[in-house]
């Protein structure tokens, strides 16, 4: 069985103190594949996908590689919206996560804050928003999301993302509710070679690490347009992507529900 890695329990505040933590057993790293940068092409759309799984994950933690390589799985498949969040906490076990940012990090606390929950651990799947299960246990994260998509807690609004000369166009369709329009920037495949640490000395690979989210705009039940230029995407010489998630807010600095979500790379395709 694969453990969590978990950090004492604590407030939830976004100071990250962490004292006593612990991982568990280590897993080898497959995913020397990202190397080339290959990522199939094909169309993604709040209409065609199953879900949105958000990893939170860390190159300290050493419970974290077999996650690592199920998110790849699922981006292979291209059935679902799949994100990593490097998080900051674990840095204190000797090395400095390359990929990882305080935001990420309270994204997870804002989820635990949503989900009633006291603390964090690594590597957590947060599934459409609405719930959460063990990064590295894919038939779990498929079942929960099939169980969603069948009391209607899947994505119900149609979202259609792509490329078009200088512009990314956004297309929400219409449904019931609020939601933000949230943008999450990520780099379709790195490789990092680990020095120190719990995983010192193994070459992971990373797909869709996140970069920065923004929240773009409102939708409100209505059909909806926006537009980014694609430099966006310009970071990374054809390693960017974005995911654009309809998500609702349990209050002002809490997330909620994703109702709908689409993937847009940049690359001669422009859609993923």
């Not at 797909?207 to 694609?230: C, N, S, Y």
């Amino acid at each position: 069985m694969i453990s969590a890695c978990t950090p004492t329990i604590r407030r939830l505040t976004l100071a990250v103190g962490l004292f006593g933590a612990f991982c568990g057993a280590s897993a080898a790293d497959d995913g020397r594949a990202a190397k080339d940068g290959a990522v199939k092409d094909g169309a993604v759309g709040g209409g065609e996908i199953k879900g949105v799984v958000e990893l939170f994950t860390s190159q300290g933690c050493s419970s974290c590689p077999p996650a690592d390589a199920a998110l790849k799985k699922l981006v292979d498949e291209g059935e679902v919206v799949a994100l990593a969040y490097h998080v900051d906490y674990w840095n204190y076990l000797g090395w400095a996560d390359t990929l990882a940012s305080k935001e990420n990090t309270e994204r997870q606390y804002a989820y635990a804050r949503m989900l009633g929950r006291y603390g964090v651990y690594t590597p957590q799947a947060i599934l459409n928003g609405r719930d959460h299960a063990n990064g590295a246990d894919l038939p779990a994260i498929r079942n929960r999301l099939a169980l969603m998509d069948e009391k209607g807690k899947g994505l119900s609004v149609p979202v259609d993302a792509s490329i078009g000369g200088d512009e990314i166009s956004i297309k929400v369709g219409a449904g019931k509710g609020r939601a933000n329009v949230v943008v999450v920037y990520f780099d379709r495949a790195r490789v990092v070679k680990v020095e120190k640490g719990e995983n010192s000395g193994k070459e992971i690979a990373y797909w869709h690490a996140v970069r920065d989210i923004q929240t773009i705009g409102m939708w409100e039940g209505k059909p909806a347009e926006f537009t980014l230029p694609a430099s966006v995407l310009i970071e990374g010489q054809g390693n960017s992507g974005c995911a654009v998630l309809l998500q609702s807010m349990k209050d002002k600095e809490t997330p909620g529900a994703i109702i709908g979500a689409a993937t847009v790379l940049a690359g001669p395709q422009g859609k993923l």
